[in-house]
T-cell receptor
Framework: DTGVSQDPRHKITKRGQNVTFRCDPISEHNRLYWYRQTLGQGPEFLTYFQNEAQLEKSRLLSDRFSAERPKGSFSTLEIQRTEQGDSAMYLC???????????FGEGSRLTVL | KQEVTQIPAALSVPEGENLVLNCSFTDSAIYNLQWFRQDPGKGLTSLLLIQSSQREQTSGRLNASLDKSSGRSTLYIAASQPGDSATYLCATLSGGSNYKLTFGKGTLLTVNP
């Protein structure tokens, strides 16, 4: 499979715990994006990387959220001290620099109890 | 700030019917517009991408049109099938932000056998 891969697909956690999601982009894609989608809403932009550099973060990304892409390949999104409002689908996408089509993964669904 | 609206929010049709989903956007300075399909609990599958210079794109039973000047796009589905049941999302890639998609809330389509 050469698409965008996300892991885990579903995570259930208790409030206050930390969670980490991983995204593996399409291999030659140097841009990587994180979006969040809550129930009944469209996805909203969180952050994006070009290679290993994080170039923009949305105001939605509070200081409990941190994203990394250490070697310009896979990325991780960590949420510390989870809250019930963090329950959502976290979507990863990738693209080639200069190309304006994003390819999305299957998403990681977070449920905070 | 770009805003994307999709009407209707939900649509139920009998199998075999042709149907149109609508998408409107407030800022006409877009690079492209994409239509996605989302099955329950799943990620996004790209259906059609229309560049700003194009008027329409076709793939099988799907046809998407774009009228930048009026800020509108339509997704036409011919001879609908129960397998077409899903949420359909449109998203714009706006000028000045060639990495950030703005999504509508989607139209939930149900095709009844």
């Amino acid at each position: 499979d050469t698409g965008v891969s996300q892991d885990p697909r579903h995570k259930i956690t208790k409030r206050g715990q930390n969670v980490t999601f991983r995204c593996d982009p399409i291999s030659e894609h140097n841009r990587l994006y994180w979006y969040r989608q809550t129930l009944g809403q469209g996805p909203e932009f969180l952050t994006y990387f070009q290679n290993e550099a994080q170039l923009e973060k949305s105001r939605l990304l509070s200081d409990r959220f941190s994203a990394e892409r250490p070697k310009g390949s896979f990325s991780t999104l960590e949420i510390q001290r989870t809250e019930q409002g963090d329950s959502a689908m976290y979507l990863c996408a990738s693209s080639l620099k200069g190309a304006r089509e994003l390819f999305f993964g299957e998403g990681s669904r977070l449920t905070v109890l | 700030k770009q805003e994307v609206t999709q009407i209707p929010a939900a649509l139920s049709v009998p199998e075999g019917e042709n149907l149109v989903l609508n998408c409107s956007f407030t800022d006409s300075a877009i690079y492209n517009l994409q239509w996605f399909r989302q099955d329950p609990g799943k990620g996004l599958t790209s259906l059609l991408l229309i560049q700003s210079s194009q008027r329409e794109q076709t793939s099988g039973r799907l046809n998407a049109s774009l009228d930048k000047s009026s800020g509108r796009s339509t997704l036409y589905i011919a001879a609908s099938q129960p397998g077409d049941s899903a949420t359909y999302l449109c998203a714009t890639l706006s000028g000045g932000s060639n990495y950030k998609l703005t999504f509508g809330k989607g139209t939930l389509l149900t095709v009844n056998p």
